[in-house]
Structures are given as C-alpha cells and as structure tokens.
C-alpha cells in the first residue's frame, strides 16, 4: 500500500515545488493538496495521511491548531512543520505540541526527505 503525504500549504508555487520534489524522489507515495488548514483537517480525516506536511500561516486556522485538530481524530500521523521562521524558536514555543518535526522553509531539499523517510519507517 502506498505512503500517503498530506501537503497543507497556501502559497500554491511553494506547495507546487514542495510536490514536485516529493514525486521526482518517491512517485509511489500518494500527495494530497490543501490550502488552508481547515480543508487540511477535512482531507486529513478523508484519506488518512501517514505524514502531514503544516505551513503555520494558513487562512483561518493556523497550522499549529489543524495539526492539534488532525492529531485529535488521527494520533498515529506524523506531523512536520513547515515554516519561513526560526524553528528552533518555534520548536521552544510549541514544545508541548504535538508536532514531530519542524523544518524550514529553506532546508526543504536537505532535510525534507530524509525526515520524511525517517517517519514513514516508524509508521
């Protein structure tokens, strides 16, 4: 069965790229595409993602409060952040989140697959 990887961005060239880099390094694993973190919750809870990718500034709801809101109905699923700021600031601030991993914007090709992989062999 297939790894499916939740993509919740609302910059729609950045999730573009971020989808991109996914297929070209594993076309096996199953995207799913939301811009908000509302419509994030609701295909979360459709397809059941193993990992979830967050923006944190998202249309209405936060990244931080969807990946709470997934993480209540789904605790299995691995959460990584993704974020244009300081994530060891982010990590501190959100320490009693739920979140596994927060990556920055800037490191996605050095770090985003490798996290990824990391968690999908846990799962």
Not at 53 to 71: F, T
Request: hydrophobic content about 45%.
């Amino acid at each position: 069965m297939p790894k499916k990887i939740l993509l919740v961005e609302d910059y729609d060239e950045f999730r573009e790229m971020v989808k991109v880099h996914l297929v070209k390094h594993n076309s096996q694993w199953e995207i799913f595409e939301a811009s908000s973190g509302e419509l994030g919750v609701i295909k979360a809870l459709r397809e059941h993602p193993d990992v979830v990718l967050m923006d944190i500034r998202l249309p209405n709801i936060n990244g931080i409060d969807a990946a709470n809101q997934i993480k209540k109905y789904l605790p299995q699923v691995k959460i990584i952040i993704l974020t244009m700021f300081e994530t060891d600031a982010f990590k501190e601030m959100f320490k009693s989140e739920d979140i596994t991993a927060y990556i920055g914007k800037s490191e996605i090709y050095e770090k985003l697959i490798p996290e990824i992989e990391k968690h999908l062999a846990e799962a």
